[in-house]
């Protein structure tokens, strides 16, 4: 079924950051899970987490300027109420995790060192007693984040196997090449 399908900037952003936050979610799991590859796993999240930020920052900007397509119209309201919530959660998450953990690693006294003599600022303070309710928020705030794209694979597939209604091709593909 042929339908409008997101623009060129929409579709190059959504694919460059899928397989950026698959890492970063992977690379979060292996800093937990291996002491010996700590550090280096370490040193990768930051400026990952970083450009993820960045990214997530112009990709809402351009949605605002872009609106996406529209769903079908015979889309159930509580399917394309629930497409809705779970796409700005995905904005919010993709925005706060990399803020949570800035915020976590300034609190812990951590610089967050993108490459060797390039560091942010920290965005607050110094602070012990707030560094483990922060630490735990990003945990937590990742462990919603994965579950939120597993439902979103899910729900492309389902689009794009069951219901066959171009929703998935929308953003595969883009307008015009089904």
């Known amino acids: 079924m ?12 959504h694919w460059a950051m899928a397989p950026l ?21 370490i040193a990768f999240h930051r400026p990952l987490g970083v450009a993820i930020l960045l990214l997530a920052l112009i990709r809402l900007g351009y949605r605002w300027r ?10 159930p309201r509580a399917q394309a109420a629930a497409a809705l919530a779970s ?21 812990g006294g951590y610089p967050v060192e993108l490459w060797p003599g390039a560091q942010l600022p920290s965005i607050v303070p110094h602070d012990a007693t ?3 309710p922060l630490r ?4 937590w705030l990742s462990r919603l984040l994965f579950a939120t794209i597993l439902l979103h ?5 389902y689009h794009a196997w069951v219901r066959r209604d171009g929703v998935f091709a929308a953003m595969a593909r883009g307008p015009g090449e089904d």
Do not use: C, Q, T
Request: glycine content about 6%; charged content about 10%.
């Open 2 to 13: 042929s339908r409008p399908g997101f623009k060129l900037p929409a579709r190059i952003l």
């Open 21 to 41: 936050v698959l890492a970063m979610l992977f690379v979060g799991v292996g800093m937990v899970a291996s002491l010996e590859w700590r550090p280096m796993l």
């Open 66 to 75: 872009n609106p996406p397509p529209p769903l079908p119209a015979d889309l």
């Open 87 to 107: 796409h700005w959660l995905l904005y919010g998450l993709l925005v706060a995790m990399p803020l949570v953990g800035w915020a976590m690693l300034s609190a």
């Open 130 to 132: 707030f560094y483990a």
């Open 136 to 139: 735990s928020a990003h945990s």
């Open 153 to 157: 694979v899910a729900a492309a597939l």
